[in-house]
């Protein structure tokens, strides 16, 4: 355990808003819980005052119970609580190198002042704190004028999981975003979750009935895995706690954001079970259903390559879920083969990379790489993220899908009592469906069908 102090400065040039000390230390000890860190002492400068650009009392006992080592890791809202000028970090990053302390802050994270890309972006920090802070208030200026002008209350709505102080869970709330969470990740469309919600009288923010895009929104909030996002870009760690783990959250956006998932239900109104699950196995698409003549059939809308009846495709499917799920050993498929230890290299691999990009970034506002090279890296390094965190992605919660499924003795009428989009999520959830061409001829038969258990 790292015994820690934190310090707190207030001053005149505060970064971001409402930044009193008090603010500044709720913020740097929920930090300090985050990282499994006690603090001994919080040291606290009065800069606005006359004393301003003098030598500050507290950050000078600070300095020298580093020297003593009785200080291993310091904690500060933001860089520029610690420095006012390039001579002070200077003398601050030798400090920090001779004693090995470790600088934890709310707004940039961790400070590696013991690597020369660590100091770097320290430098850059301090160089581009006072633009961003004079560029950040004149934003929010303009921001509340127009808020003024058009009748509306200043600081925006209650976030939907927390308290009014936008840093305490609250507990009732947090519970649905994890339910919804688990079930996005099981498959099952936004839709059907929020009409449930709102059947069960779980309502948004405001007391009303969750719509599509009020509903997504919530979800996609960067807030409830703990982390700070600026303009859809991860930031880091945030000062206030998780609701749900960050790979968890990373694993729902990656779901909402994916261009191929069928939301909407087709041209009879609703979803066939199959639509979007099972794919071609000729080219590797996913069916539809389309009509010819009388019938409906299972297509390769791409290449138009398979073609198989819809009614005898789905039951035989429904017949191998049902068959599956009333074996003796049907609990066996709450618990898959699954160690963690895949997922843990590839979130572990995932923040490398996260923290390459985060370099990156400082290297070019650093003016070290042109924008050109930026683009290169970043390039290069977004499909590598993206597969990583697909890796690294948590699995669905498989009981709470088959929970009614396999708690019953009557599989087949559980399974009919299911909402077509439950059934969905079920087939989804359990298995892999490609259709090749089958034999020739009249009839339907299973030639070509092969189903593989996930
Ligand atoms: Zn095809």
């Not at 298995?431 to 339907?444: H, Q, Y």
Request: charged letters at 25%.
């Amino acid at each position: 355990m790292t015994t820690a102090a934190i310090y707190v400065r207030i001053s005149s040039d505060a970064t971001g808003e409402g930044l009193g000390v008090a603010r500044q230390e709720a913020d740097c000890r929920a930090l300090a819980d985050r990282l499994g860190w006690t603090v001994t002492e919080v040291y606290r400068d009065n800069d606005i005052s006359a004393y301003s650009g003098k030598v500050r009392p507290d950050y000078e006992r600070l300095l020298s119970n580093v020297e003593a080592g009785t200080v291993r890791g310091l904690i500060a809202w933001h860089p520029d609580r610690l420095h006012r000028s390039p001579k002070e970090l200077e003398r601050f990053i030798d400090l920090a190198e001779r004693t090995g302390l470790q600088v934890q802050t709310c707004q940039s994270g961790a400070v590696d002042l013991t690597t020369p890309s660590g100091r770097m972006v320290a430098r850059m920090l301090g160089a581009t704190a006072r633009y961003e802070s004079e560029h950040k208030a004149a934003r929010i200026r303009r921001k509340l004028a127009e808020n003024a002008a058009a009748g509306k209350p200043h600081g925006g709505h209650r976030p939907y999981g927390w308290e009014p102080d936008r840093l305490t869970i609250r507990e009732s709330e947090a519970a649905v975003i994890r339910e919804a969470a688990s079930r996005v990740l099981a498959g099952e469309p936004l839709r059907s979750i929020f009409r449930d919600l709102n059947a069960r009288g779980l309502h948004n923010a405001s007391g009303k009935p969750w719509t599509h895009p009020t509903f997504r929104n919530v979800l996609l909030h960067a807030r409830h895995a703990g982390l700070r996002e600026h303009n859809g870009q991860e930031m880091g760690v945030a000062a206030w706690p998780a609701i749900i783990p960050p790979e968890t959250w990373r694993a729902v956006r990656r779901v909402l954001n994916n261009p191929d998932r069928v939301t909407t239900p087709g041209r009879a109104g609703r979803l066939h079970l199959l639509s979007g699950i099972a794919v071609c196995g000729v080219c590797g698409s996913p069916l539809r259903v389309g009509h010819s003549k009388s019938t409906e059939a299972y297509r390769c809308m791409a290449s138009a390559c398979v073609s198989r009846r819809r009614d005898r495709l789905e039951e035989y499917v429904e017949a191998v879920v049902i068959a599956r799920l009333s074996r003796p050993d049907a609990a066996a498929l709450l618990a898959p083969d699954d160690d963690g230890g895949e997922r843990e290299r590839a979130a572990q691999a995932a923040e490398r990379v996260r923290q390459r990009l985060d370099d990156a970034a400082a290297s070019f506002a650093a003016g070290v790489i042109t924008a050109r090279q930026l683009a290169t890296i970043t390039g290069q390094l977004r499909p590598e993220l993206a597969a990583l965190e697909a890796a690294a992605a948590p699995p669905p919660d498989r009981a709470s899908v088959l929970g009614d499924l396999l708690s019953s003795d009557d599989v087949t009428g559980a399974w009919e009592r299911l909402s077509p989009d439950a059934r969905r999520t079920v087939v989804r959830l359990l298995m892999e469906i490609k259709v090749s061409r089958g034999r020739r001829g009249p009839g339907f038969s299973t030639d070509g069908i092969e189903i593989s258990w996930r």
